[in-house]
């Protein structure tokens, strides 16, 4: 049914290349007589199977080989699965990009920092703008999330309108940016919208997910309640409104606020030089304020996933030169956990309890409230711009069909599940899937960017269940051992333990060499062979495994 | 202030080596008169820092040294986590084993099933049973859990009475077995009971937890609602009660009952040898269902966890032999998410979304109940037992930090937050931190036990992050090289698509042999380090790796 596509024509096609089948690696492309357009370049994140792999990014390969096609790549926000991978990516694009204020100023921090830096031209449109790239006519459109202006796109195209929500919520008290612009939404429905790309995150959420505003009461309020010691806060760096809202509450309190964590600075920076954060005060580094007595001291520490480098980690961990952390102090996840990430947060958590710290979580108390839109949210959106079909995005498989089920519930005509790598036509014709494009994703490994199925990291999982052997043998011309064989054996023998289990290999591969006929002993792979088969055999049998493998084998 | 301690005295001492600081691996220990009882001899589960381990282990040592002293292991109840590891440790240990009929059961088939197969005397003894384990008098009192036959333990000594837990709840109508005796409890009150070592697995959960009984209502009323196609249910293999209740709900809607996954066979095959599962009707095997029409048929399935080998792990890949699901079939998950296994599962349920299948999990409906005690029913235990002191187990620190909080806050005098290896003195002197003793974590690799903390595992992780290089470097007496380096470096070289960089480290070892003074290249020491430093050098500056290196020097 599906065949591999190529240019598009003169209807509107839709294909996710990232973003349609995980939460995270957003990258999304429309087509439209000849051109693309692509809507943001996220990095996706690790995955346990794979613990060494921390930073994924979409395979662009074809959008790479079409790249004269591409007419340019629009940012919808700055969070890091939305545009994280431009920095390693951009240079195989070469493509115009155009972002928001906000977004635009930590994109060119991230640009700059990158090693080596990327010189990119980024085009700042203000909130609300509209602009040509290529065939397609965008306008933004303000919503509310969990970091400054996020927007929606309207794509205008010969072919017909269609809106991309981006990441979203309604946010009747957002506190940073504007409100949602629903008259904006409500002048698109009666506009005539053909489909709806929208996000899928928390299809799943039912009720009402509270607004910035309450959680900002509630920390003031808690932060009145632990007088004893110093309070730490930890949230995702990106949360302005957060970081002002716990700004607000320490101010409330008698309380300074040191921020503990690059991302965090990185942030406020980019906040202060868009207008942002204004009412904030003065945020302090963690060395400024070691004078301050700790019962008038809010710590803002990046960490609230764990992530064993962050500022709370090396905190819990004793490792902080500046700060640290037990009785009478209080530590606040203003937070939630991002499924997958419990026991490194846990972990974490147990430290600092450990330490005699006090935790307070979302669980107890209500300091946290979600980006994305509830089901009912959902719901009013598609009220408002009452599309004529959806393809949801963001989210895994689970997430995209539970909220195509769910829009077909509320009267929309075609709701249609892709994911990553499927071409679906949005107008121009019937919406339904018209080809498939190569996809997959690709892993940032040390200096090296490489494809998730390669090799090289099956190798390294086969090692991390197996350990590797490494065998050199010396033969002379007629296929003698002539050197005690040299066993490299890591992750299955330890030298300085396993003595009896190296002699016994040893004894293993003579055994092998002196075991073959004379004929095969001349001959190099075979000797090779004898011993791979042999070193194997006994590893299987000795201690259950099956080592990644190799012989050297050197002739004199 | 801790000493290492030695052989118990006239006062009574506790000492976990596995569950206090972790859920799982239960191993507590508590000593008297030159004697040692042993409650519980569990395994741990994986860890995501280190996927390759699926078995965890207490380290005994201490114990196995002065295994003379261990009177006997008494088995609490059949879990796992509870007396999973006797199979791996028994043999370190050789002492008499206590367990109730179904535990007893259970683990003569786990023993018979090990490789090589364990032979254990075991004491059957009966539920509410009371009898002398050395200096120890052990009075069993029966609770409920999510599991036949869970027993407290009234362990009284010539210092005083403990009451240990194991792991429980009060549930009014447990299905399977019979109520939690409450008026033993009390009048273990009454009697004077100087600490309770108590489960904090669910400190965190406020409100009623349910019963059995409503689970087996809401199946009941859901194996009804899915009239269209087969319907499969996945929970904990050894939950007796939830396999009767779906079994009760599968005959009520004309349904018959197939078992898929080997652990359900084990566990029915002794509950029904111990007297349970006798209105149960039968279990079919996949294969003799494989006529019954879709809708007359409901599967339990392992898997509820997203084990990779579980039946409903092949299932959901499509590598079942037998069982296939897809659209028009429904996968009800009776069970909960156990932290750290949120990935696995989405995975398998991402799957079977992805065939068409419709899940129904317990966000949507009231399919499961916990096993363990929420704060209002450890309140009301502590009302019935009245303890001096209080031990919080079966918990990480966060939890038993919670619990001891918690207690304190009911009135209990002492709540002491003890971790592995710690010894606390429970009665005959104050309740306080008396010595520790060593501790740890094994794990089971392949057919190998080794400690966690091996170098063969340190290895296995740096290799998973790095990969390895071992390279063999061919030189003359001189120290001239004579033959081409021969280079093995999985994950980080492949052989097949990295031929340049093959290529560039093999010119590396060639400069760094050539560029060595005449001295030193006749110093094979001195040859093998600078060839290991250059290739290290390279690997840092060209992959941004460290990988584990090894050179083999063959001088002829």
Redesign the interface.
């Known amino acids: 049914m599906t065949r591999t596509f190529g240019t598009p024509g003169q209807d509107l096609v839709f294909v996710p290349l990232g973003g349609a089948?995980e939460i995270g690696m957003n990258l999304y492309l429309y087509g439209h007589r000849g051109r693309w357009l692509m809507v943001d370049l996220g990095i996706g994140f690790g995955?346990?199977?794979?613990?060494?792999i921390d930073v994924v990014l979409p395979d662009i390969r074809f959008i790479e080989e079409r790249r004269k096609e591409l007419a340019g790549l629009v940012v919808t926000h700055a969070h890091e699965d939305h545009l994280g991978a431009i920095p390693y990516l951009w240079s195989r694009l070469r493509c115009p990009i155009y972002a928001t204020p906000f977004a635009a100023a930590l994109l060119e921090t991230k640009l700059k920092e990158a090693d080596p830096p990327v010189r990119a031209p980024i085009t700042v449109v203000p909130l609300g703008g509209r602009f040509d790239v290529g065939p397609f006519n965008v306008e933004l459109v303000s919503l509310t999330h969990s970091i400054p202006e996020p927007n929606a796109l309207a794509i205008r195209t010969g072919a017909g309108l269609v809106v991309h929500t981006g990441d979203w919520k309604f946010d009747p008290h957002p506190l940073v940016g504007g409100d949602a612009d629903m008259a904006a939404l409500e002048r698109l429905g009666a506009e005539g919208v053909e489909a709806l790309v929208g996000d899928s995150t928390n299809v799943?959420v039912t009720g009402e997910p509270g607004s910035e505003t309450g959680v900002r009461e509630s920390l003031t309020h808690l932060l009145g309640q632990y007088g004893d010691g110093a309070i730490a806060v930890t949230c995702f760096a990106s949360n302005v409104a957060r970081l002002e809202s716990i700004a607000h509450a320490a101010a409330a309190n008698g309380r300074r606020v040191a921020l503990v964590g690059r991302s965090l600075w990185r942030i406020v920076e980019a906040a202060r030089r868009t207008g942002y954060l204004g009412e904030a005060g003065s945020f302090h580094t963690d060395d400024e304020v070691m004078k301050v007595p700790r019962d008038r001291l809010v710590y803002i520490c990046t960490g609230s996933q764990g992530e064993p480098r962050s500022a709370l980690a090396r905190i819990a961990g004793g490792s902080h030169p500046c700060v640290t952390l037990g009785r009478g102090d209080t530590v606040l996840f203003s937070s939630r956990m991002i499924?997958?990430n419990?026991?490194?947060i846990?972990r974490m958590?147990?430290q600092l309890?450990?330490s005699g710290v006090r935790?307070v979580t979302d669980?107890e108390q209500f300091i946290h409230v979600s980006g994305h839109p509830g089901r009912d949210e959902v719901e009013r959106m598609y009220r408002l711009v009452r599309p004529r079909a959806v393809i949801p995005i963001h989210g895994?498989?689970?997430h995209l069909?539970e909220h195509a089920r769910l829009a077909r519930g509320w009267g929309v005509d075609t709701a249609l599940v892709v994911e990553d790598g499927t071409v679906a036509r949005l107008a121009g014709g019937p919406v339904e899937v018209v080809g498939e494009v190569p996809h997959g994703k690709l892993v940032v490994?040390?200096?090296?960017i490489m494809p998730f199925e390669?090799?090289?990291?099956r190798?390294?999982?086969?090692?991390?269940?197996?350990?590797?052997v490494?065998v050199?043998v010396?033969v002379d011309l007629g296929g003698t051992l002539v050197?005690e064989p040299?066993i490299?054996a890591?992750?299955?023998?330890?030298p300085?333990?396993?003595e009896d289990d190296h002699a016994a290999l040893a004894k293993v591969v003579r055994t092998a060499v002196a075991g073959l006929a004379p004929s095969l002993k001349r001959d190099d792979a075979a000797v090779r062979e004898a011993v791979r088969l042999a070193v194997r055999r006994r590893f299987k049998e000795?201690?259950?495994?099956k080592p990644?493998t190799?012989i050297?084998l050197?002739r004199?």
């Open positions: 089948g995955d346990d199977s794979m613990p060494a799943f499924p997958g419990e026991r490194e846990f958590q147990n309890v450990r935790l669980r895994e498989v689970r069909t490994d040390g200096s090296r390669s090799e090289v990291l190798s390294r999982k086969r090692m991390m269940f197996n350990g590797a490494v050199t010396v050197r040299q490299t890591p992750g299955i023998i330890d300085a333990a396993d000795s201690h259950g495994k990644v190799d050297h050197v004199i």
